[in-house]
């Protein structure tokens, strides 16, 4: 049985929301991601821009078993911050999504359930000024071909719904292809009788 659902939620572009408590302030962002470099470069990102910030916790969901959502405290009190990030992007079912959130320290301390809390709270408007969609996955696939084959590959694009992403014909054609993970084990079938 596929872990790999024929649809799933995630946000359409990053989205910004704010939480204040005792003179803190709770910076929140969200942003869709693809993989871990491109968590990275967020991080990076926040890091350069926030260089006074006390804290930059985060957590994110890349597929869709438990061992591909991480959550991180970045030195707050363990479980108090980048845990209830998570938990607010599980609840809400997303998938492929990074939510940070940026403290800056206002001088009076939270408390462990006043952290939790905030970074809950913080998480939670960044995704409610996001924009959910329902997404569907797909598979990307490069194939080789000789010139004389290119009928039958063509073929084969119009009978199934597949979209080429790119393309370079030449005595050995070489094409990149997008489709649906659901149309996979059929499409690659008549692409391995080729």
């Not at 869709?32 to 260089?51: F, G, M, N, Y």
């Not at 108090?80 to 940026?102: D, E, F, M, R």
């Not at 408007?125 to 959910?132: F, H, R, S, T, V």
């Not at 084959?149 to 073929?155: A, D, H, I, L, R």
Request: glycine share 6%; with cysteine; charged share 25%.
């Amino acid at each position: 049985m596929s872990l790999i659902p024929d649809s799933y939620l995630t946000i359409a572009k990053p989205a910004e929301g704010l939480y204040k408590d005792k003179g803190s302030k709770f910076i929140s962002w969200a942003y869709p991601v693809k993989d871990l470099e491109e968590i990275k470069s967020h991080l990076a990102s926040l890091k350069e821009a926030h260089p006074k910030a006390r804290h930059i916790c985060y957590a994110y969901r890349l597929g869709f078993t438990p061992e591909e959502a991480r959550s991180n405290d970045d030195g707050e009190p363990s479980g108090s911050a980048g845990k209830p990030i998570l938990n607010t992007i599980l609840s809400q079912n997303l998938h492929y999504v990074l939510v940070a959130v940026v403290r800056y320290f206002g001088g009076t301390l939270l408390g462990v359930p006043g952290l939790i809390q905030a970074y809950k709270e913080g998480a939670v408007d960044a995704l409610e000024q996001a924009e959910i969609y329902e997404k569907e996955p797909m598979k990307i696939r490069s194939i080789q071909f000789s010139y004389a084959q290119m009928n039958e590959v063509m073929k084969i694009c119009k009978k199934h719904p597949i979209t080429i992403v790119n393309q370079e014909i030449d005595n050995l054609c070489t094409y990149e292809l997008t489709y649906a993970s659901r149309h996979a084990a059929e499409i690659d079938a008549s692409l391995d009788n080729l």
